[in-house]
């Protein structure tokens, strides 16, 4: 049951995904997002109940542990509580603009593909298999940030994307160094492919040659530390979330913000009614 698990949480997402690409009505995609969501919920639920009773779970690049299972209970409930609060916001964001109706598709698509990418990557019990997720992550939140077309968004995704992609490039010199020496002692199940998975590394960990794992670590470290947004590597991090914004709430909050200056340099202490300001909000958000 567990093994069959791991290959299908990974799946959830993808086929939400391809489900997304379907349907055109807004209340139709917002269905499809919170059932994918909670059904992914439902499964890592289950999952973690085999873990707790059977211990760690493996089955071909895939394996789930304690460690691991914090990390995807995290995701998946994420995932759901941003889908339910999906459904109110995309209702007010299409009904004021800032979000096309026709746009909807892919948005939903990117998303849920963004998510099997991180089921992928917390799942991986294989070095190679989790660059792959890793730069997978990479490719659909890129296009999420500069998904409203706007100067910023753009500029802020191709700063993520330059960012991120020398960082994932040290990841993979790290890991290559990592499975270098793994493969030195055999890979702890006497044949070469066997450096790639994480669990066998473990076991034969104290026979690795220490220089060559330490340089290892301090490319994997600084690659996947770069993508993590960890300080200094963190160039990207302050564009990102503003460039997610429609362009029209960003005007809305400058607009806001510089009447709110003005307001008090003029020295007026008195503040305008709360209908004219809920209207003059209105028009922008």
């Known amino acids: 049951m567990a093994e069959t698990l791991l290959w299908i949480l990974p799946l959830v997402p993808t086929v939400t995904a391809l489900l997304m690409l379907t349907a055109r009505d807004r209340r139709i995609l917002s269905t499809i997002d919170v059932g994918g969501s909670a059904v992914l919920l439902a499964l890592t639920l289950v999952l973690a109940g085999e873990v707790r009773t059977g211990g760690p779970q493996a089955f071909g690049v895939f394996r789930v542990d304690d460690l691991g299972l914090v990390f995807l209970l995290l995701l998946v409930v994420l995932t759901l509580a941003v889908a339910i609060y999906t459904v109110g916001w995309l209702k007010q964001a299409v009904a004021v603009g800032n979000m096309n109706a026709d746009a909807l598709r892919p948005y939903f698509a990117l998303l849920h593909a963004f998510v099997a990418t991180m089921v992928v990557t917390i799942l991986a019990d294989n070095l190679g298999v989790l660059w792959i997720a890793m730069e997978g992550t990479t490719i659909t939140s890129a296009v999420l940030i500069g998904y409203h077309g706007h100067q910023h968004g753009l500029e802020a995704a191709w700063k993520y994307i330059i960012v991120t992609t020398i960082g994932i490039s040290f990841g993979l010199f790290g890991t290559v160094l990592v499975y270098a020496a793994a493969a030195g002692v055999g890979g702890g199940g006497g044949s070469v492919a066997d450096a790639m998975s994480w669990s066998a590394i473990m076991r034969v960990a104290p026979s690795l040659d220490p220089g060559i794992v330490r340089i290892g670590f ?29 362009r029209r709430s960003r005007r809305c909050s400058r ?21 004219v300001a809920r209207r003059s909000r209105s028009r922008c958000c």
Not at 218 to 234: C, D, E, N, R, S
Not at 258 to 267: D, E, F, I, L, V
């Open 218 to 246: 301090i490319f994997v470290m600084v690659g996947y530390g770069t993508k993590a947004g960890l300080a200094p590597m963190h160039l990207w991090l302050p564009d990102a979330p503003i460039a997610r914004r429609p």
């Open 255 to 275: 607009a806001f913000s510089s009447s709110a200056r003005s307001s008090r340099s003029s020295g007026s202490r008195r503040s305008p009614p709360r209908r």
